[in-house]
């Protein structure tokens, strides 16, 4: 961050102030796709901002910042990143943390097991970049359940541009695992149940291995996510898939192109298995050829006694079929 920008921040953060009320507004708008993309820098400055905001507002209500051990803070129970290999945004952090000191604290609770520990709600790149650096990781301490910590966490995450739709889609998914309905799952990543049931339908469709090897595909937005999520539905997708993120070249790829790969693989259409015979009577005089593909079965008949011998056949062969298969 330039040094206005952590100017505006220590200034926002400097005097503790009454909260002020404020008129509720209409959900921000999410930008899609590469959108986001562009909008990174921009984003991290209204993040920072934002959290400093609500800093204010916990030391008004009367929450002190510690300094903590980062070794002795968990992270959440449910993990809301996607991790990356490269990542030049925290690297970014780092540096601004080593030059001017962490601006904004983390949120955690007494570890509701371990006296003396921690679990993050949110701020896990801070606590992470603290670790990283050496150095204690300030953060705000208040006791919370475990409702109040994933609405904390995915209330902080709300603001944010930089945290992409399927990052999203797997943080709905984990609280669907962990038991928290569709109204908690909602509430907590400040959407509508239709988006919250595209996010679900999305991450429980495509094999959680599959999206952590992608990664976060910042420049993915829903639409292509979930034509994808049709794609792999389709027979052979789920493993056409599983092979394209195995690949020996697919790890040195970044997780945009490694989505562009994986779809790739998923579009090819591989060629029809084809099983052909020969129906033939006991002499070696052909009655008819067969052929399968797929789904398809073709019988082509090599005389006319033998076509109106199947034609005649056919009704018996159906109800002996269906008899064989009632109640199954």
Wanted: hydrophobic share 40%.
């Amino acid at each position: 961050m330039s040094p206005k920008g952590r100017d505006i921040l220590k200034s926002m953060v400097g005097a503790v102030e009454p909260a002020r009320p404020e008129a509720p507004s209409a959900p921000p708008h999410r930008p899609s796709g590469a959108v986001k993309a562009m909008n990174l820098s921009l984003g991290r400055l209204g993040e920072e901002a934002a959290a400093a905001k609500a800093l204010r507002e916990s030391l008004a209500s009367g929450d002190k910042v510690l300094e903590i051990d980062p070794a002795a803070v968990e992270m959440s129970f449910i993990r809301d990143r996607i991790p990356v290999d490269k990542d030049p945004e925290f690297e970014r952090l780092k540096q601004s943390i080593q030059e001017s000191g962490q601006q904004v604290p983390i949120l955690v609770r007494p570890d509701p097991v371990t006296a003396g520990r921690y679990q993050a709600a949110y701020g896990h790149r801070r606590l992470r970049a603290a670790a990283e650096i050496g150095v204690p990781v300030k953060a705000v301490v208040r006791k919370l359940t475990d409702e109040e910590l994933i609405l904390a966490q995915g209330q902080e995450n709300g603001p944010r541009v930089d945290l992409s739709f399927i990052e999203r889609a797997l943080f709905a998914r984990r609280m669907d695992e962990h038991g928290f309905n569709r109204d908690m799952i909602a509430k907590a990543l400040a959407t509508d149940k239709p988006e919250t049931s595209r996010l679900l339908q999305v991450a429980q469709t495509i094999d959680p291995e599959i999206i952590l090897a992608i990664g976060p595909a910042p420049k993915v937005g829903r639409p292509r996510w979930l034509a994808f999520a049709e794609k792999v539905r389709e027979s052979g997708g789920q493993k056409k898939a599983q092979a394209a993120v195995r690949a020996a070249a697919f790890h040195a790829l970044e997780t945009n192109s490694r989505f562009d790969a994986v779809w790739k693989a998923v579009e090819e259409k591989g060629a029809p298995q084809r099983i052909e015979q020969t129906l033939r009577t006991s002499a070696g005089a052909p009655l008819a050829s067969v052929a399968r593909s797929g789904k398809t079965f073709r019988i082509t008949a090599k005389s006319a006694e033998f076509s109106e011998f199947l034609a005649q056949r056919l009704a018996s062969l159906a109800a002996e079929f269906e008899e064989e298969n009632d109640g199954k």
